[in-house]
T-cell receptor
Framework: GDSVTQMEGPVTLSEEAFLTINCTYT??????LFWYVQYPGEGLQLLLK?????DKGSNKGFEATYRKETTSFHLEKGSVQVSDSAVYFC???????????FGQGTRLTINP | NAGVTQTPKFRVLKTGQSMTLLCAQD?????MYWYRQDPGMGLRLIHY???????AKGEVPDGYNVSRLKKQNFLLGLESAAPSQTSVYFC???????????FGQGTRLTVV
């Protein structure tokens, strides 16, 4: 079945460090791919998305590229800030399905 | 504009008690979802609805029932709560396939 695997956390970085959170997926057809972010005590918010192969989603300095050949959608940011501390979820929407499938989440902590 | 509102935000139940969680939206989206979030497991789909009067089972439906009598409301019921249902419950809405989902703030439920 459809599934998403994220790199295990927690991840702790210093401010201004480079961030990569790995995400790989298993799905048939051409799913849409998403990164959601959850700040403490809040619901999930869409961070970025990509709907077809080679698309690059970007928002707030974060980027992720839809790589069909490696079934990956890794999240990157060149210089993280303390305010980026949150839990990040990779997700996919399978072809023809009315739902989202989530990875387990990666907790990111940025120290000043 | 509240978007997605969940009621209540916190609840403690005794084993065997029943309760209903309410999700209300003011965005006129067709699709509504109930997820549960457990540590290390990401979000798992309980039930969902693709329109008023329709419901369908998700990944973990056992022990839950749902109803969508009005387009703007999606109710999640626990008939006989069990400690295994201790979790954070999120409602989400979307306009359809492969589109962004908007989430409520969550309901933290503890069953003792």
């Amino acid at each position: 079945g459809d599934s998403v695997t994220q790199m295990e956390g927690p991840v702790t970085l210093s401010e201004e460090a480079f961030l990569t959170i790995n995400c790989t997926y298993t799905a048939t057809g051409y799913p849409s791919l998403f990164w959601y972010v959850q700040y403490p005590g809040e619901g999930l918010q869409l961070l970025l998305k990509a709907t077809k192969a080679d698309d690059k989603g970007s928002n707030k300095g974060f980027e992720a590229t839809y790589r069909k050949e490696t079934t990956s959608f890794h999240l990157e940011k060149g210089s993280v800030q303390v305010s980026d501390s949150a839990v990040y979820f990779c997700a996919l929407s399978p072809t023809g399905a009315q739902k989202l499938v989530f990875g387990q989440g990666t907790r990111l902590t940025i120290n000043p | 504009n509240a978007g997605v509102t969940q009621t209540p935000k916190f609840r403690v139940l005794k084993t065997g008690q029943s309760m209903t969680l309410l999700c209300a939206q003011d965005m006129n989206h067709e699709y509504m979802y109930w997820y549960r979030q457990d540590p290390g497991m990401g979000l798992r789909l309980i039930h969902y609805s693709v329109g008023e009067g329709t419901t369908a089972k998700g990944e973990v439906p056992d022990g839950y029932n749902v109803s969508r009598l009005k387009k703007q409301n999606f109710l999640l019921g626990l008939e006989s709560a069990a400690p295994s249902q201790t979790s954070v419950y999120f409602c989400a809405i979307s306009t359809g396939l492969k589109t962004e989902a908007f989430f409520g703030q969550g309901t933290r439920l503890t069953v003792v």
